[in-house]
């Protein structure tokens, strides 16, 4: 019996240090899946970067249900990954139950900035400040005076990126009309091009003649719709211009990728606490490359990087959605 | 709201009433046979896949579209095999082909595409132009029938004038001829057929396979006429909103238009204003989105006249005990 046991203990101790050998980072991918071209997408290439970088390796997992939040953070703190990195603002109740049970394991959670945990490094953006650049953008090439915003999922999270774009719109020609709609209320809205191009259709009708699409694989078909329609489209979280060159007027950058990365370079020594990334980090920006350069101008573009440094010199107050949920520029 | 809003939205209406109006005539088919089809979600999705992976491939939307046909079919005949000749339970069967289609095609698009479960977008010849009805250009400036005849009846794809022209085709196989006799009556009562001398079993597969067609035509509509390309899990429900319209439509050819239109109509409604104030009432866009659901619920419930399925319907037939 005492030999089984410390048989049985030893072998723990060796699966334990080989655990701890070998502590790599995992990556939980939320709904939308890791190659929504946008928000997961951009994570899975942040840690495809530290992978080639440092010819390391990582675990990851696709979620594909609600009920497998929790086991897969489970599983993956009980493997001895360390950082184990999440996605999503969905994470944040399983993490606040599971967090707790791991003390000596960290976690990143990217979009979620409320919860109290020691070993937990929450990330959250400053979307609006990026979309009120690329809302300053949208009413600058407008020739209808009518832009349209079409985000995913109704959350306070694309409320917050409508909020910011309205606001920027806003700023630029005041009388600015904003049709506003959201794909859904389920995380289907993630992933339904038919409806994101039925929605920009009617937008379109409307008059809007520049549309952004916060709204994950459904903004596939806005911006294909768009294009096909002949208005401009504005992506979201990756660089979308490529999409449809010249038809994508530019993108609300976030930098998830970034963050991912940083995480994972940081590896078990990673920081905990709440870190925001605004437009002062490069957190959040707006995408200028080949494929639109043509449709932003000297001008567009001058008046975009005065703001861009008004805001991170506080000259300009972008409120953001969640200070009292609701948005001055904008009813939804 | 003015009459170019209500054209707009009829316009919608139909794009959106289409995919929805051939999936519910394939289950109408596959129902009234007695075999019970909850994959038509399934058979849309894959169909959707493979309609855009050979356009994309070959460049040509026809290719496309027998290929997607053709992956429905397949489904199709697992569901036939499982549930006709090995009796197995029909409701299994067929949400294991809505699991086994959301997962192959996205495992199928990585592995040939390596853009994330996609396809790349179609372009030209690769999606279906709209068709533009004979002198719509002329008309379109004669008021009211001008706008509806330019706007809302012309420039679909051909497929959406397939959905409508299939409906009286329905009617007529099932209520005119004497395959449609012996279909509807294998859903009845299979035994009586059987005496007859007529195949159960062969009437069924005949049944699952036009189901299978229907649909692989309702999964090409979405991937490469409404869309340029497949998303993953881009059906987003359409299978089982047209099951609930079949229910609704109580299995008739006719009704099952009606109801696919009211359903396409809700959404179109849902899409286009996001709150509806009806003076001071305000309705929230979430019922709009619930209400078909809700107005299966009543009529199940028997509030609007009974809706009776076929009643050998979920039985496998078995020739002697």
């Known amino acids: 019996m005492t030999l089984m046991k410390s048989l049985m203990s030893a072998a723990a101790a060796m699966a334990l240090s080989a655990g701890a050998a070998l502590a790599e980072p995992a990556l939980i991918f939320d709904l939308g899946g890791k190659f929504d071209k946008s928000f997961n997408e951009a994570a899975f290439n942040g840690a495809q970067r530290w992978a080639e970088e440092t010819g390391g390796s990582f675990r990851e997992i696709e979620l594909q249900s609600e009920a497998q939040r929790e086991q897969a953070l489970r599983r993956f703190a009980e493997a001895g990954a360390n950082p184990v990195i999440t996605m999503g603002f969905a994470m944040a109740d399983p993490l606040s139950t599971v967090a707790p049970d791991y003390p000596d394991t960290k976690f990143v959670v990217i979009d979620v900035n409320w919860l109290d945990a020691p070993n937990l490094r929450q990330v959250s953006f400053a979307e609006h400040e990026g979309s009120y650049l690329v809302g300053m953008l949208a009413a600058m090439a407008s020739e209808t005076g009518t832009i349209g915003f079409i985000g995913g999922m109704d959350v306070p999270l694309i409320r917050h990126f409508g909020c910011g774009y309205a606001q920027g719109a806003k700023a630029v020609n005041e009388d600015i009309e904003i049709v506003a709609n959201m794909t859904g209320t389920t995380p289907a809205a993630w992933n339904d091009p038919v409806k994101g191009s039925e929605l920009t259709k009617a937008q379109i009708s409307q008059g809007a003649d520049v549309i952004y699409a916060a709204a994950g694989g459904t903004g596939v078909g806005v911006l294909q719709t768009a294009a096909d329609e002949g208005v401009l ?57 080949e494929n639109n350069a043509e449709l932003i101008s000297e001008e567009m573009k001058s008046r975009v990087d005065q703001a861009r440094q008004d805001i991170i010199d506080g000259k300009i107050d972008v409120v953001s959605y969640y200070e009292n949920d609701s948005c001055p520029a904008l009813n939804f | 709201m003015d009459f170019l809003t209500i054209i707009q939205i009829l316009d919608s209406t139909i794009r959106l009433s289409t995919p929805l109006l051939l999936a519910c005539l394939a289950g109408l088919f596959s129902e009234r046979s007695g075999v019970f089809d909850i994959g038509l979600e399934g058979k849309m999705l894959i169909a959707a896949f493979f309609s855009a992976a050979i356009a994309a491939v070959t460049g040509s939307v026809w290719l496309g579209l027998l290929a997607g046909i053709a992956s429905s079919m397949v489904l199709a005949g697992l569901h036939g095999l499982a549930s006709i000749t090995f009796r197995g339970n029909q409701l299994i069967s067929g949400v294991a082909i809505n699991f086994l289609a959301a997962g192959m095609t996205v495992l199928i698009a990585q592995d040939w595409f390596r853009q994330g479960g996609r396809t790349p977008s179609l372009i030209g010849a690769g999606r279906f132009a709209p068709i533009e009805l004979p002198f719509a250009g002329a008309l379109a400036d004669v008021p009211v029938l001008g706008p509806i005849y330019s706007e809302l009846l012309s420039g679909h794809s051909i497929l959406v004038y397939f959905a409508f022209a299939a409906v009286p085709a329905t009617w007529w196989i099932l209520f005119r001829t004497r395959f449609g006799l012996r279909l509807r009556a294998v859903g009845e009562n299979p035994a009586a057929v059987d005496t007859a001398g007529v195949s159960v079993v062969g009437l069924r597969y005949a049944a699952v396979g036009i189901a299978g067609i229907l649909c692989g035509i309702a999964g090409a509509y979405l991937a490469t006429a409404l869309q340029a390309g497949f998303v993953k899990d881009m059906t987003a429900g359409r299978g089982f909103i047209a099951l609930a319209a079949l229910i609704f439509a109580k299995w008739r050819p006719w009704h099952a238009m009606g109801a696919c239109l009211l359903f396409g109509f809700l959404q179109a409604i849902a899409l286009r204003f996001q709150n509806i104030d009806l003076g001071g009432l305000i309705i929230p866009v979430q019922v709009m989105d619930a209400l078909p659901y809700i107005l299966t619920v009543v009529i199940l419930a028997g509030f609007v006249g009974k809706a009776i399925p076929p009643r050998a319907g979920g039985e496998p037939y078995v020739k002697e005990r």
């Open chain 1, 233 to 289: 489209s504005i992506g979201v979280d990756s660089n979308q211009n490529h999409l449809h060159p010249g038809q994508v007027l530019t993108s609300m950058l976030k930098r998830v990728d970034v963050a991912v990365y940083e995480a994972m370079k940081a590896g078990e020594d990673v920081e905990t606490g709440k870190f925001e990334l605004g437009l002062a980090d490069q957190g959040v920006g707006y995408a200028l490359d």
